[in-house]
């Protein structure tokens, strides 16, 4: 069987790092926002280019933070409406409404699967006061005219990065091409974990002041609150874990790629429907996902042949029975690319034969 992916063999290679930085954690035992975290968020904020990083217990939490932060700061207010894509994973939409705002679902471009600047133009009003951006499947939306569209209505931009960690264009990596950015370091992420983890990456002191606030029970010295805040801190043991793996994190996203490339090029059959790639590095291949009419029948296709695969996401957010608030949207698009779609295995750890197996079985398909 071809594994979708493989996280033993992909933390397998720095189990021996592991066990050392896991050794000096019980040695230190700060377990709570100790020298790992520190060394993490400043890390993590130079690799994206931003001035800040702030650790926090996962992705969602990031996120909720982020949009919590802009209301503590009197930028948003409770009822507000913030602009997110329909073809999210549905994280995205639950943060908003966490932070007691509103989500307005907008089709995606059905060729990138990432935010459409025309459908956001078209579904503006006067009550959105932010957009959050997904860089979906590892691909960066298009912060450029996002940034332009933000600014010209002073609304607040926000990436979702949490499948894009190192993906970059000429105006800079993911995390740094918006008022703040939330990363999640769920184990199968391009920066994954050993456990929950995520981060906000921000050029904004005052937010990154607030987060770190926020995250904390709302108090910077141990029994002084100043603002009611959640527990959200990201594990100190899961930034050791994870300093040890964002050095290689460039070299996986060039494997992610370059699997991505030979995907690209010899995959021929016209039943499947290829990623739009143009080889930059704006893309990090978190999933490659392709299109097919008949889905049901390439699964069982691809069962029968032993190759692992997922579905990213086989229900759109708006026809879960928790955003049934939602259910009444027409978003012809979002359903249309949740039908079809369907996502081959990728990973920094697969061998060349596993990649031209993949190859052979969708060919013959
Ligand atoms: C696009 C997107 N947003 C947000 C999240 C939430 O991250 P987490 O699972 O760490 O809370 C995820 C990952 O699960 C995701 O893929």
Redesign the pocket.
Known sequence: MIKFLDLHKINKRFHKDYETAFKQSLKDSHFILGKNVLNFEAAFANYCGANYCIGTA??????TLILKGYIHLGKLKKGDKVMVPAN??I??IL?VIHAGLEPVLVEPCKNTYTLSITNVKQQFTPKIKAIIA???YGQLADMEAFAEFSNTHNLLLFE?A??AHGAETSLGKAGNLSHAA?F???PS?NLGALG???AVTTNHKDLEQTIKLLRNYGSKEKYNNEIIGVNSRLDDMQAAFLNIKLIHLDADNEKRSAIAKTYLREITNPKIQLPKYNGSKKHVF?AFVVEVEDRDGFIKYLEANAVAWLI?YPIPPHKQKALALLSHLNLPITEKIHKRIISLPISPVMSIKEVQAVIKVVNNY
């Open positions: 996962n992705g969602l939490d990031a996120l999210t994973f994280a995205t943060s997904v860089h979906l979702d949490a499948q939330a999640s370091f769920y992420k929950d983890g995520g978190y990213h």
